[in-house]
């Protein structure tokens, strides 16, 4: 069992930053790929970032440049950092992991870029 929890949304003023975490329970963590999705209302959820077991990472085209994913193995922590931030990206993000042919969802963080 993977339980996923994001924190460290919230309002921020467009070009601003910000980051957003979150902590993984469990013993698998290190073993496992990441993501962060976002859904934003009204439009189709997106996948923002993936950083694999092994530290590669990759970013969805909108993001990219932007945003940089990282993770803290012995925090169990994986983390957004968000800059040059845009009213486009504000959604509800989410943690994501695919593990023991289950997928693993946090409850999301919202995150609102306006001024």
């Known amino acids: 069992q993977v339980q996923l929890v994001e924190s460290g949304g919230g309002l921020v003023q467009p070009g601003g930053s910000l980051r957003v975490s979150c902590a993984a329970s469990?013993?698998?963590?290190?073993?496992?790929?990441m993501d962060w999705y976002r859904q934003a209302p009204g439009k189709q959820g997106e996948l923002v970032a993936t950083?694999?077991?092994?530290?590669?990472?990759n970013y969805g085209g909108s993001v990219k440049g932007r945003f940089t994913i990282s993770r803290d193995n012995g925090k169990n922590t994986v983390y957004l950092q968000m800059n040059s931030l845009k009213p486009e990206d504000t959604a509800v993000y989410y943690c994501?992991?695919?593990?023991?042919?289950?997928?693993?969802w946090g409850q999301g963080t919202q995150v609102t870029v306006s001024s």
């Open positions: 994501h992991t695919f593990y023991g042919s289950r997928q693993y």
């Open positions: 469990g013993s698998i963590f290190s073993r496992t790929d």
């Open positions: 950083i694999t077991s092994g530290g590669s990472t």
